[in-house]
């Protein structure tokens, strides 16, 4: 990873937004998804990423502040008339009234081990690919040396951060990584979407979801994980009536305890991928998780959330309540602030 960064602030202006409806955030009117290692890079006339050199994910500590006005500091809901004057319509207009507010959430992949060493053995599988084609470090690309992961989708559309006359910033070039293997000549590595059935068929999509593809490669947990534990001890065992100090007969409370033992709190907690149902792609890992909200209105014009966000990577949605009656569908200013960026511990 790069130094930290000496640019951390990054801004951003959605479109217009919907009443009591998520919208994707967009950059002009295309919605898109937060890449924070491409707009550090762009601020920072450096290269940020996703990961570590070993392909150990990265996690970027962010301030997310929303604010319930434009980048010029147009108020949500008060209207210019021809002659330029502004005007508010009814109090729910105005920005910090309890009856109107503005939510911005971000969503983003899950921020556990299955994730991250999905990340490191991809990583390690797009290097054998490389040695495996004669490709030398020093044949590759200045900023090819980690992985430019997709969020949900090999074709992405990444929202821009804007400079303080609201224009969006010229960007450079980011292409995401592009992987090989005998059964799909180029294909990329998403965060979240469903995963690919690979016990049926040999995968030839676009992309793929890493953490479901990497819990179909390995032997999962047992569903008993205490299997020993029907074999023995025996019920009645003398040896361990006389060694736990009870030579009596066994009590009823004995064959509860040794029945709890046997049974209860064996199977794991978390959902297993059951490999021998073909077909069957809808699993947990794959599903993307809230990693937090900002809320301006009830009575503050600006709303702040810290959210860790794996990989630097996230889709950031917004929406106005309790404005049907006014109709405002105005665009928010709103910035991500990069806190910490550390490994990802799973």
Not at 46 to 71: C, E, N
Not at 121 to 141: C, I, L, P, S, Y
Request: charged share 20%; hydrophobic share 35%.
């Amino acid at each position: 990873m790069a130094k930290f960064p000496s640019q951390r602030l990054l801004t951003y202006e959605t479109g217009l937004l919907s009443n009591d409806a998520w919208t994707s955030v967009v950059s002009g009117s295309v919605a898109g998804d937060l890449n924070l290692p491409r707009d550090l890079s762009v601020l920072n006339m450096r290269g940020y990423a996703s990961t570590t050199r070993k392909g150990v994910p990265l996690v970027y500590r962010t301030m997310i502040k929303v604010m319930q006005q434009d980048q010029a500091g147009k108020q949500v809901g008060v209207n210019a008339d021809s002659g330029g004057n502004a005007s508010v319509e009814t109090d729910d207009e105005i920005p910090g009234n309890a009856d109107f507010s503005t939510t911005l959430r971000v969503v983003g992949c899950q921020n556990n081990w299955v994730m991250r060493n999905a990340a490191v053995k991809f990583h390690a599988a797009r290097e054998k690919m490389f040695r495996d084609a004669g490709v030398t470090r020093k044949q590759r690309g200045a900023y090819s040396h980690e992985i430019r992961y997709a969020y949900d989708a090999y074709n992405d559309t990444w929202i821009v951060p804007i400079d303080g006359s609201g224009d969006a910033f010229t960007l450079g070039e980011w292409e995401l990584s592009h992987l090989s293997y005998t059964g799909d000549s180029e294909f990329t590595l998403k965060l979240v979407g469903a995963g690919d059935d690979e016990e049926s068929n040999a995968f030839s999509g676009n992309d793929l979801q890493i953490g479901h593809s990497y819990l179909m490669s390995r032997i999962n947990q047992a569903e008993d994980t205490n299997e020993e534990s029907d074999e023995g001890p025996a019920l009645f065992s003398v040896l361990s009536q006389m060694l736990s100090g009870d030579s009596g007969a066994t009590s009823a409370l004995q064959d509860d305890v040794v029945e709890e033992a046997r049974t209860s709190q064996d199977e794991p907690p978390y959902e297993l991928i059951d490999i021998s149902n073909s077909g069957d792609t809808g699993h947990n890992i794959h599903e993307p998780v809230e990693l937090g909200r900002a809320i301006a209105g009830q009575g503050s014009a600006i709303g702040s959330v810290i959210v860790d966000i794996p990989f630097g990577l996230a889709n950031v949605q917004a929406r106005h309540s309790g404005a049907d009656d006014q109709n405002i569908v105005d665009g928010v200013f709103w910035t991500a602030e990069v806190l910490d960026i550390f490994e990802m511990q799973g």
